[in-house]
């Protein structure tokens, strides 16, 4: 009898793009009234961006991320809110002062950041062609927040049990990093904005080394970990 011969899982064909953002603010909306800012864009910022490039409404496509930034700091901003009920209608861009209307707030901002997504097939050929082109300004979340694309390479991503974790965005379950923090963050909005889909991520704010790893794959290039997220 020929023993059973065990095979790795096949390699996942995808496209690496390397973004950079010279200023970029992620506002946690779990937190209302106030303005506590994300260390990393949630994958609904993300797909946006994506279907920035692509022109399409949006873009609820699997993908795998990691970002960090170089630093960060606080401004002052001027907010002007609309009521819903149309009591304090804009003029110009602006609202009346008082409660409910324009007022002053902290936003938290971050500098220099770092943004690798990959895109499996079979849409990141699509993405990738898109983002040679894109049909609108990249931008990651405001419109003030310009993102640049650096690089755009073609991968297979391995099946992997340890990889470099670092600064990827992995579920709960993906590694046992202790150091690691744990967000809520949007993974999709629906295109009329009234629902939201919520997921738990692990992302570390430093290097991590290579550690073990659960439901990751592999990036031949440099080895770091890659979780591909549904939206």
């Known amino acids: 009898m020929i023993p059973s011969q065990r095979t790795s899982p096949a390699p996942v064909p995808a496209w690496r793009a390397e973004f950079y953002a010279p200023v970029a603010s992620f506002r946690d909306p779990l937190f209302p009234g106030l303005t506590r800012g994300l260390p990393a864009p949630p994958p609904s910022t993300v797909r946006g961006l994506l279907a920035a490039a692509t022109g399409e409404p949006q873009e609820p496509v699997v993908l795998g991320m990691a970002a960090w930034s170089e630093g960060g700091g606080v401004d002052t901003e001027t907010y002007h809110p ?25 936003r938290p901002f971050l500098v220099g950041v770092h943004l690798t997504v990959w895109l499996p097939e079979p849409d990141g050929e699509r993405i990738a062609r898109a983002l040679r082109r894109p049909r609108w300004p990249l931008r990651l979340g405001r419109s003030q927040d310009v993102v640049h694309l650096k690089e755009l390479d073609r991968v297979d991503l391995e099946s992997a049990t340890a990889a470099v974790v670092d600064h990827a965005l992995a579920p709960q379950d993906g590694h046992g990093v202790g150091t690691a923090f744990s967000y809520r963050m949007a993974s999709r909005v629906s295109l009329d904005r009234l629902t939201t889909s919520w997921s738990d991520y692990l992302w570390c704010d430093e290097p991590t080394g290579e550690r073990p790893v659960f439901g990751a794959l592999r990036d031949p290039d440099g080895g770091r970990a890659v979780w591909l997220l549904a939206p």
């Open 82 to 106: 609309i009521s819903a009920d149309g009591t304090n209608p804009s003029s110009g861009g602006r609202v009346r002062a008082g409660k409910g209307g324009m007022t002053i707030r902290d």
